[in-house]
T-cell receptor, first 113, second 112 residues
């Protein structure tokens, strides 16, 4: 099993450009999460999904949109990138019955210039 | 609001020495607590978790953590560190919505 995968691994954007980050999981998990990680701040939750077709805002949702059209995929979109969105983005998933363990992807390092 | 505090931004330990990473939480009820490790350029991996019962929990890679309610702490320990333990360590707690609340992380540096 691949677990949780993220595409791409690295990306450089200019201010105002848009992009989509893809997260895929092959564990049939109901819950999926997008976090951003910034130095000295730990992980902060951007958006999450409790199932196919549903999404919800996390702690820092502004400037991001998400979609969960298929259970295995969770997309994070930046419509108009800003330098403040330079970060490492992590996707995670967990099952609906195991409330406790989230499984993480390897991360996407995004730089906005 | 719930919070998790890791007081040490980075810690340097000699290879073979013992290690203790500190974590403090703020939560009135019994918390669900976790330690994750992030190796350079990698995602996060769960080391261990505490929900209830025995306050000393064993994890992977020889790590253990002790829950102390009186001190609101969940410190991570290892008797003898290896160079491969160099990584960033995150303490986290579940909130009432089953979302993870993260500490800022402690970077572990191993001296040869």
């Amino acid at each position: 099993n691949a677990g949780v995968t993220q595409t791409p691994k690295f990306r450089v954007l200019k201010t105002g450009q848009s992009m989509t980050l893809l997260c895929a999981q092959d564990m049939n998990h109901e819950y999926m999460y997008w976090y951003r990680q910034d130095p000295g701040m730990g992980l902060r939750l951007i958006h999450y999904s409790v199932g196919e077709g549903t999404t919800a805002k996390g702690e820092v949702p502004d400037g991001y949109n998400v979609s969960r059209l298929k259970k295995q995929n969770f997309l994070l979109g930046l419509e108009s990138a800003a330098p403040s969105q330079t970060s490492v983005y992590f996707c995670a998933s967990r099952s609906g019955t195991d409330f406790y363990e989230q499984y993480f992807g390897p991360g996407t390092r995004l730089t906005v210039t | 609001a719930q919070s998790v505090t890791q007081p040490d931004i980075h810690i340097t330990v000699s290879e073979g020495a013992s290690l203790e990473l500190r974590c403090n939480y703020s939560y009135g009820a019994t918390p669900y607590l976790f330690w994750y490790v992030q190796s350079p350029g990698q995602g996060l991996q769960l080391l261990l978790k505490y929900f209830s019962g025995d306050t000393l929990v064993q994890g992977i890679k020889g790590f253990e953590a002790e829950f102390k309610r009186s001190q609101s702490s969940f410190n991570l320990r290892k008797p003898s560190v290896h160079w491969s333990d160099a990584a960033e360590y995150f303490c986290a707690s579940l909130d009432s919505n089953y979302q993870l609340i993260w500490g800022a992380g402690t970077k572990l540096i191993i001296k040869p």
